[in-house]
């Protein structure tokens, strides 16, 4: 059973700076491609970027782009989103996501992972 836990939301004033870690466990996850969507309240589910855990080739949403960056580390069994110049139009729940692919692509649809966690809050100040 594969879970994705993640920590590292909270408060922060725009322009500010954040982590966000997901820690992954359950299975061996090589061929897995591991992401973060988030949420706003009444909205659905938006890509932020995605990353191959082998490889660690990355793709982003456009409003991501320069901004924010995944990362894994491969040892610690950790998905990382680094997240600069925050906005408040950042505010969301951030999920952790991961999809078994037998393909070099990197899915960006919300329904191509398989697997999501509970999410932690992400709240940017004006």
């Known amino acids: 059973q594969v879970q994705l836990v993640e920590s590292g939301g909270g408060l922060v004033q725009a322009g500010g700076s954040l982590r966000l870690s997901c820690a992954v466990s359950?299975?061996?996850?090589?061929?897995?491609?591991m992401g973060w969507f988030r949420q706003a309240p009444g909205k659905e589910p938006e890509f932020v970027a995605a990353i191959r855990w082998s490889g660690g080739n990355t793709v982003y949403a456009g409003f991501a782009k320069g901004r924010f960056a995944i990362s894994r580390d491969i040892a610690e069994n950790t998905v990382y989103l680094e997240m600069i110049n925050l906005k408040p139009e950042d505010t969301g729940v951030y999920c952790c996501?991961?999809?078994?692919?037998?393909?070099?692509?990197?899915?960006?649809?919300?329904?191509?992972?398989?697997?999501w966690g509970q999410g932690t809050q992400v709240t940017v100040s004006s």
């Open positions: 359950g299975d061996t996850f090589s061929s897995y491609r």
């Open positions: 996501v991961a999809a078994v692919s037998t393909t070099f692509l990197i899915p960006t649809g919300a329904d191509e992972y398989e697997y």
